[in-house]
């Protein structure tokens, strides 16, 4: 098995690992290791089934069943579908989602640790994901700003997210009341490797609580564009049979646009059960 950087600091391609087959306790250990340190792996040419995906996510850690269940369209709940694909004339996945900067379910007082994307119909153009490392993201802002913003809480909801982007498709009572707003530290400690990440987004982050709403609102734009300027950003380029597994704690992430009218995209997505951020003064 061989692991190889995909951007200076984060990311990584590893190759020579058959998931089909047997890893050994050895590769695990190192594939775990990689994904708290670099935050992205990739695994180019898989050739999983859905039950072999799921089998690969769990040894990353605990499975949890994602809020939008009619986009549990497999046999297996585990698996959330991202598609422009129908099924009798319905959505058999979420279109357009996660084409904001985020990380997985920061709107839950649990977010989820990471995700498992795999690829099973990727278009030959666009449908990119971007990553950025959040490790990167704060350790480059100056001390002024990164003493201003060590003991800030941040306000996350995904109610106000969705309302502005889905409005066609609003959510139910039930999962509405399963996602109320959450506030989380703006600056979480990795329990894995004990570095501080920048803990921002766009959309979902509502304000920055005890701020006024104009200063929020500039941080807010602040951190948010600084979090994603170019040297912390990897883009991934998806090929069939790819699989994508990322950490929330120290990345964040987007989905890029593509001629939905032109190609087909099918995506399975498992993620990872949650645990409360850390605050960096923790």
């Known amino acids: 098995m061989q692991i190889i950087p995909l951007h200076p600091g984060f990311g990584v391609e590893i190759r020579g690992l058959d998931l089909a087959g047997t890893v050994s306790d050895a590769d695990w250990s190192a594939i775990t290791a990689a994904f708290h340190s670099k935050g992205v792996l ?15 996510s769990r040894r990353l850690g605990e499975l949890q069943i994602h809020v939008l269940t009619q986009f549990l369209t497999t046999p297996h709940p585990e698996i959330y579908v991202l598609s422009n694909a129908l099924r009798e004339g ?7 989602e996660g084409m904001n900067w985020h990380s997985d379910w920061s709107y839950r007082a649990e977010p989820a640790v990471g995700s498992v994307l795999h690829g099973r119909i990727c278009p ?30 941040a306000i996350h909801s995904y109610a106000g997210y969705y309302d502005r982007a889905f409005p066609d498709r609003p959510l139910t009572a039930e999962q509405r009341a399963a996602t ?17 990440a920048l803990y921002v987004g766009r959309e979902v982050v509502k304000e920055i609580a005890g701020l006024s709403p104009e200063d929020s609102a500039a ?15 990897y883009r991934h380029r998806w090929q069939e049979g790819d699989i994508v597994a990322w950490d929330n704690r120290n990345t964040m992430h987007q989905a890029t646009e593509y001629d939905d009218t032109k190609y087909i ?7 990872l059960a949650g645990e409360r951020p850390i605050p960096a003064l923790a």
């Open 219 to 233: 941080m807010l734009d602040m951190l948010n564009a600084h979090a994603v300027s170019e040297q912390f950003v």
């Open 265 to 271: 995209r099918l995506m399975h997505r498992t993620t």
């Open 90 to 96: 319905k959505p058999i996945g979420n279109h357009k």
């Open 124 to 153: 030959p153009e666009g449908a990119d994901t971007l990553f950025a490392c959040m490790h990167q993201a704060w350790e480059a802002l100056d001390d002024a700003t990164q003493a201003r913003i060590l003991p800030l809480q």
């Open 180 to 196: 109320p707003d959450v506030t989380h530290p703006l600056v979480r400690r990795h329990p894995g490797n004990g570095r501080l």
């Open 42 to 56: 990739v695994i180019r040419g898989c050739s999983l089934d859905e039950a072999g995906h799921i089998a690969f």
